[in-house]
């Protein structure tokens, strides 16, 4: 999965943008040659953006989850059989590693095809050629899985193999002569062709047929001796032996030609496999997450409803909790406020994640979406600034990211700056963030800026929303349990995002959400007291 | 080997009841390769095909290490055996059953049925988690599973169930109280008891290193010292032997060794066999087999 220049490495981190690659990933080496190549559309693209999307919606749709999981079984650990059609393309001849390889390929594609039914969506892969190199290899299915070069493929085979049993058989008999000839001398069972003698044992010299092959003080390491019976029969073993190697070879070389005829319909299918491999990863991600498909136009706004971010979304289920979907519409630029721990910056996040599906041609975490394709998705202040190092501040490390940010061409681009400037004075970073708002605009961007700064949507006259926040002061728990204190946050926060139309004194709920965190409450009634004076 | 060796060690193994076994060495060129040879023997002649496998490099012709020959591995039809597809000899033609991703030196591993009597070799994953699955999968194939091990790789012994068989020999000592002493340690060691359960206790997360061990000593530990399976004490030798002479050394999952194989015969030396054999019996009080002399101490 190629970011291209959608996205850079830190804006990538902070949209999770590996989890969205993990949910998405493929289960075979097929699809995963495929999905290495998956890129972002781009801005013109729109058309094939939201066919991919639609198509992949209609195969979520089509099946339900646990049809998508037989599928998704079908090709998972199937063994890679492009280089065993590249060497036999080329005119090698295949190991039988390799037949089997692709044997279970050709199973798998008939499998996936028989699974997808009358799904157009999904390409087939059991072409007539597939079927053809499996009729070939058929004769060498061996149990459900394997693969053996069996008599059946060539008489000439059969008889070969039944010359060298002969041929070992009668070596056996002969060197079974030669060991029995032996023990009789010395009295006693040997096995094998090494064997030691004890000297003490020994009333006089070794018996013929046997060879020193190390002396001891107290024993000798003997081996059974070949005689001419011996190596006359050893000879005929190994001349038998390489008539079958002979006849196997040739077999294998016919099974090559095969596969090498049909080369470049086994690569197409190979190519289908894995496409229908990303697919099926894809409509198991839309389904899993109730994901629809956006309007991805030419038009000027970003806007969703009952949007989710869900690296988010997933992580609070697993805890029983559920995440408040949002809205938002994004026309160029706009400001976001709200209380600390409101959902600030996972509006930012699920704006950019929003965008993301849609730029690879997903269906999107919401009701209802329109989404423009993007050049560029850019993330801006908290969560950057930390990774740049060196000697430069933490205000400094944002100006150069945005100066770097500004300075790139780009015709559309989405920006998320989450508290930009926060870490100057107020007024300074006020008037910074208008600014940057203003130019943003200038250069047709959208953009959501997330701030605690007072007066910024009216000074850059961008649309204002905001959290709603807390429905009242939450009671502190009676233990200093930090995730107790998470939970009542959650349950008294309204994260719902509205437009404010007309501007007023905002609550800071901030000393309050203190208190719930656990600070002292001498602390935060003289918090209270400053805020008064 | 004598067959009756083979026999005998094959009747050890299967009476603890496990599905597999593993031949362990002191050292190289021990006899570990000759005694699975000798207990797979055993099992042909008793009608079972069993599965084969190595840690490392079994069959060769040649030690690549040092141009010596080395045991190779006749196999008869019906043997199953993981190996490295680049060792698997294209003829005669084996039957394929599985492929797999675990790499071997010698490239991926491969599964398969000998369905013509040749010599093999034998190349396995080198690692603890690597053979572990190789023997689960093995399992599937055959009804038992014998696996040519390595010293240096007895962490593949943790979590299985198999029986062991220690290999010593003339080639891993400069003499032959220097072989039974390395053996003794090496057989004490995978033999650590299993701990009592309302025993005093400390547990050792992980492996007891020697520097864990020496701290134990010093500090007189009277309680029970116990390890999850004797794969987790890291010391050998003299340390070993230290160390269990010292500590009430426990472990929550023991090992089942069966019997030791002395080979009295080493490239550059040799030992008397009856006495090595009698000196390996007394010092690790298992049934001992000499590997050449075909003798039970």
Redesign the interface.
């Given at each position: 999965m190629k970011r291209d220049a959608l996205l850079d490495e830190l804006s990538a981190r902070s949209l999770d943008a590996a989890w969205l690659r993990e949910a998405l990933a493929p289960a075979s080496p097929y699809g995963e040659r495929d999905f290495a190549e998956l890129a972002p559309f781009r801005p013109g693209d729109e058309t094939r953006a939201r066919a991919r999307a639609e198509r992949i919606a209609r195969i979520a749709e089509a099946f339900d989850a646990a049809q998508l999981d037989a599928l998704r079984d079908v090709v998972r650990n199937v063994?890679d059989a492009a280089s065993a059609i590249a060497r036999a393309s080329m005119g090698d001849t295949l190991?039988?590693?390799n037949?089997?390889?692709l044997q279970?390929f050709f199973d798998a594609c008939v499998r996936l095809d028989g699974l997808a039914g009358d799904c157009r969506d999904l390409p087939r892969a059991a072409s007539e050629a597939v079927r053809a190199c499996a009729r070939a290899l058929e004769l060498g299915r061996?149990?459900t899985?394997?693969?053996?070069?069996a008599d059946t493929f060539d008489e000439r085979l059969t008889k070969a193999?039944g010359a060298?049993?002969r041929a070992?058989a009668e070596y056996d008999a002969v060197r079974g002569r030669a060991s029995a000839a032996v023990a009789a001398a010395l009295g006693r069972?040997?096995?094998?062709s090494?064997?030691?003698v004890?000297r003490s044992d020994l009333r006089g010299p070794l018996p013929p047929g046997v060879r020193v092959a190390?002396e001891?003080?107290?024993?000798v390491?003997c081996e059974l001796d070949a005689d001419e019976a011996s190596l006359a029969a050893l000879a005929r073993r190994d001349d038998a032996?390489n008539a079958?190697?002979d006849a196997?070879?040739a077999v294998?070389a016919r099974l090559s030609a095969v596969i090498r005829a049909h080369a470049a319909a086994l690569d197409a299918a190979a190519s289908a496999f894995g496409e229908a491999d990303v697919l099926v990863a894809a409509a198991r991600f839309a389904r899993a997450h109730a994901c629809t498909v956006a309007e991805i136009g030419d038009a000027v706004s970003f806007a969703f409803e009952r949007g989710r971010y869900v690296p988010l979304e997933a992580e609070l289920q697993r805890e029983g909790r559920a995440f408040t979907p949002i809205d938002v519409r994004l026309d160029d630029v706009a400001v976001l406020t709200g209380p600390n721990m409101g959902g600030k910056s996972v509006c930012l996040r699920t704006c950019g994640f929003i965008a993301l599906c849609a730029a690879y041609g997903l269906p999107v975490p919401a009701v209802r979406a329109r989404v423009p394709l993007f050049d560029e998705i850019v993330w801006l202040g908290a969560g950057t600034d930390a990774e740049m190092g060196g000697l430069l501040s933490s205000f400094a490390r944002e100006v150069v990211r945005l100066r770097d940010v500004l300075a790139r061409s780009r015709e559309r681009r989405l920006v998320l700056l989450d508290e930009f400037a926060r870490t100057t004075t107020p007024r300074e970073g006020r008037a910074l963030l208008v600014a940057v708002l203003e130019r943003l605009r200038a250069l047709g961007a959208r953009a959501l800026a997330a701030t605690h700064l007072d007066g910024v949507s009216a000074a850059a006259r961008a649309r204002h929303f905001a959290v709603r926040g807390l429905r009242g002061i939450p009671e502190r728990p009676p233990t200093e349990d930090l995730h107790a204190a998470l939970v009542t946050l959650a349950a008294s926060m309204d994260y719902t995002i509205e437009e404010v139309t007309q501007e007023g004194t905002r609550r800071s709920d901030a000393i309050a959400l203190a208190a719930l965190l656990g600070l002292d409450d001498a602390v935060t009634a003289s918090a209270y007291d400053a805020l008064e004076r | 080997?004598?067959?009756?060796v083979g026999d005998s060690l094959l009747s050890l193994a299967q009476a603890t009841g496990l599905p597999s076994l593993f031949v362990v060495g002191t050292g190289k060129n021990v006899g570990k390769t000759v005694t699975m040879r000798a207990i797979y023997?055993a099992c042909i002649a008793r009608g079972i095909a069993p599965a084969l496998t190595s840690i490392g490099r079994d069959g060769e012709a040649i030690d690549a290490g040092d141009a010596q020959p080395k045991p190779r591995l006749f196999l008869r039809p019906g043997t199953a055996i993981a190996t490295a597809?680049d060792v698997?000899p294209?003829?005669?033609?084996?039957?394929?059953?599985?492929?797999s991703d675990l790499r071997t030196a010698a490239g991926t591993l491969?599964y398969a049925?000998v369905?013509?009597?040749?010599n093999y070799e034998l190349v396995g994953p080198p690692t603890a988690s690597g053979i572990r699955e190789t023997v689960n999968a093995l399992a599937n194939m055959a009804p038992y599973v014998i696996v040519d091990g390595a010293i240096d790789r007895i962490a593949a012994l943790a979590g299985g169930n198999d029986a062991i068989v220690v290999a010593c020999g003339a080639s891993a000592a400069n003499a032959m109280d220097e072989a039974v002493a390395d053996v003794r340690a090496l057989v004490r060691r995978l033999r650590v008891p299993r701990v009592e359960p309302d025993a005093p206790q400390v547990r050792i997360d992980g492996a007891l290193t020697p520097g864990m061990a020496a701290e134990l000593i010093r500090a007189n530990e009277r309680r029970s010292v116990v390890v999850a399976d004797p794969t987790k004490i890291a010391l050998t030798g003299k340390a070993a032997l230290h160390a269990l002479e010292r500590l009430d050394l426990r472990c929550e999952r023991p090992l089942r060794v069966v019997a030791v194989t002395a080979a009295s015969?080493g490239r550059d030396r040799?030992f008397?066999?009856a006495a090595f054999a009698r000196a390996v019996a007394e010092a690790t009080a298992l049934p001992t087999f000499d590997v050449?002399?075909?003798e039970a101490a």
């Open positions: 063994p190991a039988d590693a037949l089997l390889e279970r061996a149990g899985f394997g693969f053996y070069l193999r060298l049993a070992q069972e040997i096995a094998g090494e064997f030691i004890m190390r001891a003080p107290t024993y390491l032996a079958v190697a196997e070879e294998r | 080997m004598h067959a009756r023997e597809r698997l294209r003829s005669p033609a084996s039957e394929m059953l599985a492929l491969v049925r369905r013509h009597a040749a015969i040799t008397d066999p050449y002399a075909a």
